[in-house]
Nanobody
Framework: QVQLVESGGGLVQAGGSLRLSCAASGRTDSIYSMAWFRRAPGNERERVCDITWGGTPTYYAGSVKGRFTISRDNAENTVYLRMNGLKLEDTAVYYC????????????WGQGTQVTVSS
């Protein structure tokens, strides 16, 4: 089992930046990849970006490409999401998720952190 704890959400003006963190603990040796998802009010959950446990980004949603950057600090077992040029439509609860090597899905989830972008 992998435990994930997100932090770094908050209120920011449109055009501003935030950096989210996701600290992984427990069976981190079982992780294949990690991802950030988000869910805005009234919307389905959306996968934002992925990164391999080795630190290679593998996916960005079109809506965030060029503005968001996912990265990993190997020493700290922490994955980051740097969000620049934030837009009103980026407002959502952001979740960190981990996929185990033996799994085809993201089945370890953090509690989520709220990001609110104001005009």
């Amino acid at each position: 089992q992998v435990q994930l704890v997100e932090s770094g959400g908050g209120l920011v003006q449109a055009g501003g930046s935030l950096r989210l963190s996701c600290a992984a603990s427990g069976r981190t040796d079982s992780i294949y990849s990690m991802a950030w998802f988000r869910r805005a009010p009234g919307n389905e959950r959306e996968r934002v970006c992925d990164i391999t446990w080795g630190g290679t980004p593998t996916y960005y949603a079109g809506s965030v490409k060029g503005r968001f950057t996912i990265s990993r600090d190997n020493a700290e077992n922490t994955v980051y999401l740097r969000m620049n040029g934030l837009k009103l439509e980026d407002t959502a609860v952001y979740y960190c998720a981990a996929r185990a090597r033996v799994s085809m899905i993201y089945d370890n989830w953090g509690q989520g952190t709220q990001v609110t972008v104001s005009s």
